[in-house]
């Protein structure tokens, strides 16, 4: 049935081919069709230039973490404008998602939200904090009723003393807004009655941090 | 290679036009794609026509399928031969994707394909007479497409596998999609011989079935070495 070459071909020159065959086969995989498709993956669609933006934001971020360099606050998460951005279609005409990782966290720890009533006195100051860990998420409302100074702000938990990071800072009765940490440690609220009377603050958390807690000020604002 | 006349060969020129026509815009598509997959994944119930078309385009542009099929039938001479060998094959491969689905047996995708390109090395080496030169006998070809035909079939059961099937209308869209596969088949089939027998008026010098063998050999060891990257890189 068969009029295969065996009468043609010699084991040497079987052996030759075989090996022949597994180079330029591994060859072309190698060094031909898996960098096409990297180049694919990185080049091929406006989706992933979305992914490459971000991906050289991280960068810039590492590269001035290195150089110990103001960060690049702009790489917390990526705008994109749908009236520009074009749309993505499949060969059946169905429409593809863009995809924007840069904005989604995936938290591992538990889900949390509070709301605590915060009683200070007169020209008083009181300190509360989340602990929270790099890249945790916390989403915030306060509300007072009277006005205070405030110093919404973050340190290492057990770091250099001297170090610490100011999201904002402000004179006003209510306040609301979300972090994401940028390093591990206590990131919270210095408040300061400048009211004249007894203020009541109602803080309200949500998000993915360890806990809330009171920070001990030694002495009275100066 | 099997003689074609002049007329069967206007016939099959008319025919593989037309399946270019209907392939063309996937022809380099491999495996179950984007819109098909959500497609699947969406639809519950029996959808006979939708599966049908699945598994012969699965078939038609999975080119490690075509490759150890063109392999199979490079040195038969005879339609009968070609139709005993690719029944062997479709068999083989029927048994392991219907069992492989409704078992939910999990093989990685990546080894099977390995498997499979490997499947390719073993007939262009075999097309080649290695294994008689080197074992003084050639392996069983009729156990062996069998044998390979199961590898094939985890292949295709595999693909499948990745998409959330629904249980509702499992085995009868399964049969459909295994229908499709040997419709596809066939075009495929028709397409190679089409090829072998133009290739044949060319030339029917021996080193030419030597020179494709060991190009088929490269494909093979080409798809694994393929697979296996993609095996430890994931």
Known sequence: MHKTSESILSTGQLVLALIAALIVGVGLTVFVILPTERNIDSEGSDAISVVEIESTKTESVVQTEQEAVAPNFDALYIAIDPETTPAKVDEFGESLPVVVGANLRVHDIAYKSETINIQIDADAQVEYKAIMDTGEALLYSWEADGELYYDFHAHQENGNPQFWTRYSEGEGSADQGSIVAPYQGEHGWYWLNIAGKAVTVKLSVAGYYDRIKEIELKAAAE | ?234
Do not use: W
């Open chain 2, 1 to 234: 290679m099997i003689p074609i006349s002049p007329l069967s060969l206007r016939f099959s020129q008319i025919i593989i036009c037309a399946l270019l026509g209907i392939f063309a815009s996937s022809i380099f598509a491999h495996g179950i794609s984007g819109g098909d997959a959500r497609f699947l994944n969406q639809n519950e119930g029996f959808h006979f026509f939708i599966y049908l078309y699945l598994g012969a385009k699965h078939m038609v542009t999975g080119y490690d399928h075509l490759l150890f099929l063109f392999g199979v039938i490079f040195y038969l001479t005879t339609l009968r031969s070609v139709a005993l060998y690719v029944s062997l094959f479709a068999l083989g491969h029927s048994i392991t994707l219907i069992f492989g689905v409704l078992t939910d047996i999990q093989v990685n995708v990546y080894i099977i394909d390995a498997i499979i390109g490997l499947s390719v090395v073993y007939k262009a080496f075999d097309n080649l007479g290695g294994f008689e030169r080197f074992f003084g006998i050639s392996a069983n070809n009729r156990s062996a497409v069998f044998i390979f035909g199961l590898f094939h079939g985890f292949g295709l059961a595999t693909k499948l596998q990745e998409m959330t099937l629904s249980e509702n209308g499992l085995l009868a869209n399964l049969l459909s999609f295994n229908l499709g596969v040997e419709l596809g088949q066939i075009m495929a089939l028709i397409y190679l011989l089409l090829l072998l027998s133009i290739s044949q008026r060319i030339t029917d010098k021996p080193v030419f079935g030597i020179s494709v063998n060991i190009i088929l050999m490269a494909g093979g060891f080409s798809l694994t070495s393929y697979q296996l990257a993609h095996y430890f890189a994931a």
